[in-house]
């Protein structure tokens, strides 16, 4: 038996498979058409949409077959997604790439194989439309052209399903994005409108203005970090489809983000540190990881004043733990259990009277739960505050 090689853009491959969410979803009645008509097409006994993965090909639809997928080293279909046409094996027997599989020594005893690679727009194959047969056979043109028609279908289905989702999530974005703006940007600015339509009746003096718009000036400033917020979360929610999960050195992504926060910590009087561990790595979108610690560093800068703000990291097992520690005033225990929890968006002054919209941790945790992670927080009031966030 002949294992099949990897393909060079191995990884371009698997990223366009994992963004069809197909692997391990339950039948469809689409895919279980197609199975069926190239079967009877065909005139084959078994029919399968295989989706190649890492080290399984596992079946999106299957006529003919009860298992559910098996191992890639064993499978034809590792083989016909390294063609650019339809692979096909007419007596596997007799073929020493497959006469001592176990797929043909023992069930289903394959003896005839042909493959039709399902092939994205991008040019990765993700599987194959194959059909099979327990006796030696070659298909008719006829056959073959019904196969390339079917796989063609199979891919469109897939790739028009991604569109639609795609859609949806930026119709859903964007009502979020205006939803959160008319909410929390509506009020600062007719508090503003409110203090310039009395100065102009002359119901107030320069002083009382002044004053008032003084206490408007704090509330627009996080009004400001808010709608920086969800411009960055609106951007990385549009490009999810572009996502790419990199090995990033965490110590230098820290040095990045305590960098932007320098200014704002140095007016505060606060030491920020990075402890994360140089060789320290983890697998996640830069933007992603870059959102979650700015708005934790900053969170935290808004609690803490002539303190510090450090940010750690260590290993446990496969999970980087990474921990964003301050000094600042700290909060009550049930302030912190609804801290993520968007019924419950709350907030609370910083230390230089600083309002937040609570906003930034939400989106925080949002991230967080897309890249299969976990965060927690723990806090005591005057002792200072520890977010932990596990990937």
């Known amino acids: 038996m002949i294992t099949p090689i990897i393909p060079d853009n191995e990884n371009e491959r698997l990223l366009d498979l994992y963004r069809t969410k197909l692997l391990d979803t339950p039948e469809e009645k689409e895919f279980n058409e197609i199975v069926m008509l190239a079967s009877e097409v065909c005139e084959m006994p078994i029919s399968l949409i295989t989706l190649v993965d890492v080290n399984r090909q596992w079946f999106k639809a299957r006529v003919g077959l009860d298992t559910t997928e098996t191992n890639r080293d064993v499978s034809f279909c590792g083989h016909a997604i390294l063609q650019d046409d339809i692979f096909e094996v007419p007596d596997a027997s007799l073929d020493i790439r497959f006469s001592d599989n176990p797929l043909v020594a023992d069930d289903p005893s394959i003896r005839f194989y042909a ?224 801290l993520f929890m968007e019924t419950e968006k709350t907030s609370t002054l910083g230390t230089n009277n600083e309002k937040g919209s609570g906003l930034g941790l939400m989106l925080v945790k949002e991230f967080v739960d897309q890249v299969k992670g976990s965060i927690a927080v723990g806090s005591k009031p005057g002792e200072g505050t520890k977010f932990t966030i596990t990937l």
């Open 115 to 338: 493959g039709m690679p399902l092939v994205t727009h991008n040019g990765n194959r993700l599987g194959t439309l194959c059909v099979i047969d327990r006796m030696p056979r070659t298909l008719t043109e006829k056959q073959r052209f019904a196969l390339r028609v079917l796989a063609g279908n199979v891919i469109k289905i897939a790739e028009l399903r991604m569109k639609n989702k795609q859609l949806h999530t930026i119709t859903e974005t964007q009502k979020r994005i205006i939803s959160i703006i008319a909410h929390d940007v509506r009020n600062p600015l007719a508090a503003i409108k409110s203090v310039i339509d009395l100065k102009q009746a002359d119901y107030i003096d320069e002083q009382t203005s002044a004053e008032m718009l003084e206490m408007v000036s704090v509330q627009m400033n996080s009004t400001l970090e808010m709608v920086d917020n969800v411009v960055n979360w609106g951007q990385l929610q549009l490009n999810n489809a572009d996502t790419v999960f990199d090995e990033l050195n965490v110590h230098e992504v820290v040095n990045e983000v305590l960098a932007a926060e320098a200014l704002i910590a140095n007016k505060k009087n606060n030491k920020l540190i990075n402890q994360a561990n140089p060789a320290a790595t983890v697998l996640i979108d830069k933007q992603v990881l870059k959102f979650i610690l700015r708005n934790l560093v900053s969170n935290s800068n808004k609690f803490t004043q002539d303190g510090s703000i450090s940010v750690a990291t260590k290993k446990d097992g496969k999970k980087t733990i990474i921990t964003v520690t301050d000094t600042g005033v700290g909060m009550s225990a049930e302030k912190a259990k609804k």
